[in-house]
């Protein structure tokens, strides 16, 4: 699986990555927690990017798409891949072409996350991560079994929020997204690699929906019909 997840802040990519990667044995590529493990480490780039991360503006694409490419390169990508905020405007959609051109890797596919502005605040509004290992919970959507023990690790008590995930700055993060990362949607919509799912279902409605757009018999870039229940 060598896949794109495309999405607005909140719409459930780091989620679905992290489902994925387990069923799959794929890595998550998350731009974001590239960023913020940096940040946390106090590495140079770190101190670069902290600023901009906080401000809810796009890190400048040079630092970006180099520290993609270094990733891609590493050993545990063999087996595939799952990009979650990368690309995030059409020059870095264009570099990473480019890039797996000469690294000789093909994608499987882009999917698209759907879900409505409103949703996406409260989604982020109410989050929060294990720093133990890196799950991600909700205050309503998804909160662990016993309130201060992560159902993954069970590390007590270390659960984190982030800076940015504050309402201020996840309307700029929402600005951003419409103006800049929305226009790589017809890019790859006219390379026939976009596959569209309704993020607003439930999470593991979300992972089946995913798996039948990546089928290569499926229609790409119409959001596939309601699933039957019962
Ligand atoms: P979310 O999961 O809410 O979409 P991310 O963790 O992907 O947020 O990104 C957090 C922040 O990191 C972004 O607001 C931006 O400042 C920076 N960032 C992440 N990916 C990129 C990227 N591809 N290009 C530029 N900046 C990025
Ligand atoms: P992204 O990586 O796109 O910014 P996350 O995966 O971090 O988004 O999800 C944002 C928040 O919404 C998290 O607190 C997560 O637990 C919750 N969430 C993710 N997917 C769903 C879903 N399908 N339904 C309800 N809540 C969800
Ligand atoms: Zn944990």
């Known amino acids: 699986m060598r896949i794109i997840l495309l999405g607005p802040p909140g719409a459930g990519k780091g989620t679905q990555s992290r489902l994925l990667m387990e069923k799959y044995g794929v890595v998550q590529i998350s731009t974001g927690d590239l960023f ?10 770190g101190k670069q990017v ?16 180099k520290m993609i490419s270094e ?9 595939g891949f799952i990009l979650d905020g990368f690309p995030r405007n059409v020059a870095q959609a264009e570099a990473l072409e480019k890039m797996l051109k000469e690294k000789g890797i093909k994608l499987d596919g882009v999917v ?23 799950e991600g919970y909700h205050d309503k959507f998804k909160k662990p079994a016993q309130a201060d023990s992560c159902d993954k690790c069970h590390a007590n008590g270390k659960f984190t929020r982030r800076a940015d995930d504050n309402e201020a700055t996840v309307r700029e993060r929402l600005k951003v997204y419409h103006g800049q990362t929305a226009p790589i949607l017809p890019f790859y919509k006219s390379r026939g690699m976009l596959k569209i799912v309704n993020g607003m279902a439930a999470m593991e409605d979300v992972t089946a929906e995913i798996e039948a757009v990546l089928k290569p018999d499926s229609d790409s870039d119409k959001p596939p019909p309601p699933r039957m229940c019962g």
Do not use: H, Q, W, Y
């Open 36 to 45: 913020r493990e940096n940040v946390k480490a106090g590495t140079p780039l």
């Open 50 to 65: 902290e600023a901009i991360i906080n401000e809810g503006k796009l890190v400048p694409d040079e630092i970006t798409i």
């Open 71 to 79: 990733r891609l390169d590493r050993a545990d990508c063999k087996n």
């Open 112 to 134: 698209r996350m759907e879900v409505d502005d409103d949703k996406l605040v409260e989604r982020i509004s109410g989050r929060f991560t294990c720093s133990g290992c890196g």
